[in-house]
């Protein structure tokens, strides 16, 4: 009799303890065993090139002077200015500025700005500045491809001649040259002076930038 009562106490304290095993709660799974969240893969973002291409430069303008002292380079001025025998706008020196029929029609069109260098001699140098339009940029071009003038295209365009002059006196060197475009135009012509192409390139350096 006291045996099968231990015996059924053993097999009571066995279910009392099965079910308490039974609620007891699962510990907390551990967070590195959460599966992980891969974020969507997102294209990097294209990085535009660099623009390599280089701007194109402004036509060179042309800025008509106030007086003569303006058409020439600083250094230019000066070495003619303290020549001897060279007085700027000597009223004896009457030179043209160009010997090209098509340019002194275009020249008669324009007001311009005269320089000379020297007085009434066998050597001089005599200088006009105008404004001009397209159309009259033309025509100049024309008129002194027509005379055979050799011309290097830019802005500003230059145009030269260089004759030799069986006079009298002997022969004489002289250059007449156009420096024209964006809007200007210098002529120029020299006798026995040998200031080309110097002289032309201060003006354009000047009066077109």
């Known amino acids: ?13 066995a279910l009392v303890a099965a079910g308490a095993a039974a609620c007891v709660p699962e510990p907390d799974a551990d967070p590195t065993d959460q599966p992980e969240t891969t974020a969507p893969e997102t294209s990097p973002s294209e990085t535009a090139a660099p623009d390599t291409t280089e701007p194109t430069p402004e036509p060179a303008g042309f800025e008509m002077p106030a007086d003569c002292a303006s058409v020439y380079s600083d250094d230019m001025f000066e070495s003619l ?19 090209v029929v098509g340019a002194l029609e275009v020249l008669d069109q324009v007001d311009a700005l005269r320089c000379t260098w020297g007085v009434a001699s066998e050597i001089g140098i005599a200088t006009t500045v105008a404004e001009i339009d397209d159309a009259q940029a033309d025509a100049l071009r024309a008129a002194l491809e027509q005379s055979g003038f050799s011309c290097v295209d830019g802005e500003p365009e230059v145009c030269s001649l260089k004759n030799t002059i069986n006079g009298d006196a002997g022969q004489s060197e002289s250059t007449e040259t156009h420096v024209f475009g964006g809007g200007g135009w210098a002529a120029t012509r020299e006798l026995n002076s040998s200031v080309e192409p110097e002289y032309s390139d201060s003006i354009a350096a000047a009066l077109w930038s």
């Open 1 to 13: 009799m006291n045996i099968t009562r231990s015996v059924a106490a053993i097999g009571l304290l």
């Open 81 to 99: 200015d303290g020549a001897d025998g060279f007085p700027l706008n000597d009223p004896g020196l009457t030179m043209l500025s160009s010997e």
